[in-house]
């Protein structure tokens, strides 16, 4: 029982941050655009999430005739789901984590991994061209960036000795890892864009060419979880970023004053989530080929090239007995 109250602790803040954090990109967006983005829901359009998310479920849910029926409906859940068991992983503060395993990273970057499962059944059970075609691009782009997120973080490992989050997370109380490891936050920032289908790297669902990519026959419901998935994982990337980088809930003194732990993960997240918001609105979209050879080209070898110089370091300066 007091598993499940702890779980429906996590997903509630989770789902209202969803829908809030949607808002708050069509905002900011529009704002950068100069014009005034949602304003009639409720106050200045604060009610605009749960109009959105009421007429999604009230919209008829369209089968395709020539779909699997079991593996198209399927695919949102899983998608969904897989967004959501990342929490388990992830402290919000010193000891406040749903499951405190000492292999938090490695776990994940499993689940991480297996969101490709279900953007690879929507786009096969659709029988759909143009959702076939965004599924293949969403798989190779996200086991494309996996390769070079997966070396960055394992020279975040040699310099904290842990897989551990917490541990990660405490062993930046002298110096965040933002700081010496610059240019790694920057490669990693960016192949979290990739690895989340977010602009300038959102070629599964370019409008241009595929209508709406692997999503294209959804509606309704189904659409509604896809979308849902996508906005946390946002935010999973993000609180990962702080995690990793920004010592997470750690909190230097600022004006004189230290702020509450849960606080400054927020704010700290909201940064990030800020930053998504803002290459989106600021980037054009890249061309495919383009892509594929910033990924395989340049962040692969930097991202080897401080695995060995962090590696060769850590057994130069070790002390041996």
């Known amino acids: 029982m007091i598993t499940l109250l702890q779980g429906i602790g996590v997903l509630l803040p989770l789902l209202v941050s969803v829908a809030y954090l949607t808002l ?3 905002k900011t967006i529009a704002a950068i655009q100069r014009r005034k983005g949602p304003n009639v829901v409720g106050i200045v359009g604060l009610f605009q999430p749960f109009a959105d998310g009421l ?3 009230l919209k008829e849910q369209i ?3 020539s779909a699997n029926s079991v593996i198209f409906l399927f695919a949102p859940v899983v998608t969904f789901t897989l967004a959501l068991v990342f929490w388990a992983a992830l402290p919000f503060v010193d000891g406040a984590v749903f ?3 000492h292999l938090g990273t490695l776990y994940v970057f499993a689940i991480s991994s297996l969101g490709v499962y279900g953007v690879i059944m929507a786009g096969w059970s659709s029988n759909s061209k143009y959702a076939f075609l965004g599924a293949l691009r969403s798989t ?6 996996e390769v ?3 070396l960055i973080v394992i020279s975040i490992l040699l310099l904290s000795g842990s897989l551990n989050l917490s541990v990660i997370v405490l062993s930046q109380k002298e110096q965040w890892y933002a700081e010496p490891l610059f240019p790694l936050l920057l490669l990693f920032f960016v192949s979290c864009l990739a690895e989340t289908n977010r602009a300038p790297f959102d070629l599964p669902e370019a409008e241009a060419e595929l209508v709406a990519g692997y999503n294209v026959e959804y509606s309704s419901i189904g659409f509604a979880l896809f979308f849902l998935g996508e906005y946390s994982s946002m935010i999973v990337i993000s609180v990962l970023c702080v995690l990793l980088f920004l010592g997470g809930w750690l909190s230097p003194f600022l004006i004189g004053l230290k702020l509450s732990s849960a606080c400054m993960l927020g704010m700290k997240t909201l940064f990030f989530l800020f930053l998504y918001v803002w290459v989106r609105a600021s980037f054009p979209r890249y061309r495919y080929d383009q892509l594929m ?13 401080f695995v060995l110089f962090f ?9 041996l007995p």
């Open 63 to 65: 089968l395709p005739s």
């Open 293 to 305: 050879r910033l990924g395989w080209k340049v962040f692969l070898p930097l991202s080897l090239a």
């Open 24 to 26: 708050a990109e069509r």
């Open 148 to 150: 070079s997120l997966g």
């Open 311 to 319: 590696s060769g370091n850590c057994l130069s300066f070790t002390v």
């Open 140 to 145: 190779a782009q996200i086991v494309s960036y």
């Open 99 to 101: 499951c405190d395993i």
């Open 55 to 57: 007429k999604l479920t």
